[in-house]
């Protein structure tokens, strides 16, 4: 006996915790329970199906803890991890409710990416590439963060920022376009360019989606080196006499909307 405690009531200590645990767990998989919570779940505020891998980013604390709460129940049916998703859903309606959410806020969607990259990389080699990939993010997200742009992704050799303001998105744009091409990076000058549009995007997780996200990225995709194409949505937003812009007329990008219009800033003001 030490202390007072008789080893053979610490010996059953531990059994009755494992016991314990053991029953709590049984209670948490019990089928009645677990559909008790989701109903519960589909009652509250917010995107009830708030948990799959579309809505949980890995940008922001609410998405990580969604993330960490899935994989310890990936397995089998969950009562806490229903209650612990109803939580972030809730969380993630307070958040929309302040403009923060989805589709509720219009926002300018820039994209960016090198010209024949791909081409390069496969020239150079990895180490060339990942030094040139780090020298033009040196130069391009300061120029978002300058604009007041959030990064939303890298796109290995671009990326995809959203702005509250389409002049901002577009001036980022250019300069971003620009810096890149005073660039030497081992005797190579790379190439930028950019496309920017206007929409209400859907926000899930730390990411957007929705047709306008695929416009301002189809957008991108028609752009020339060192160029930034604009909408016609982004040029009716910009004030007067922002920029000089020059219609592209021949501009026919598959998923984007055939009324869509296309306009290369040549200038800014």
């Not at 708030?50 to 089998?76: F, I």
């Not at 577009?170 to 091409?181: C, I």
């Amino acid at each position: 006996m030490l202390c007072g405690v008789s080893n053979e009531d610490s010996a059953a200590a531990p059994r009755r915790s494992r016991r314990l645990v053991a029953a709590l767990r049984q209670a948490d998989e019990h089928p009645w329970l677990h559909l008790a919570t989701q109903k519960i779940r589909g009652r509250l505020p917010g995107d009830h199906r708030y948990g799959d891998p579309l809505s949980l980013g890995r940008d922001a604390p609410p998405g990580l803890v969604g993330e960490r709460l899935s994989a310890l129940a990936a397995e089998r049916p969950s009562a806490l991890k229903e209650l612990g998703f109803g939580a972030l859903q809730v969380w993630q309606s307070v958040s929309e409710a302040q403009g923060r959410g989805r589709g509720d806020e219009e926002v300018a969607i820039l994209f960016t990416d090198l010209v024949a990259f791909s081409a390069r990389a496969l020239d150079a080699g990895d180490d060339r590439a990942v030094e040139l990939l780090r020298q033009v993010g040196g130069v391009v997200e300061p120029r978002v963060a300058a604009g007041g742009g959030r990064i939303v992704k890298r796109l290995g050799d671009g990326l995809m920022a959203v702005f509250d303001e389409p002049r901002a998105a577009v001036a980022a744009a250019w300069e971003a376009t620009a810096s890149v091409a005073e660039l030497d990076v081992d005797g190579y000058r790379p190439h930028l360019r950019a496309g920017v549009h206007v929409g209400r995007p859907r926000r899930l997780g730390g990411d957007f989606y929705g047709v306008s996200v695929n416009v301002a990225a189809r957008i991108a995709g028609e752009a020339g080196a060192d160029e930034v194409l604009i909408s016609d949505a982004v040029c009716e937003r910009l004030p007067e006499g922002a920029a000089e812009l020059k219609r592209k007329r021949r501009f026919r990008a598959k998923g984007a909307p055939k009324e869509t219009q296309v306009f290369r800033v040549e200038s800014l003001a």
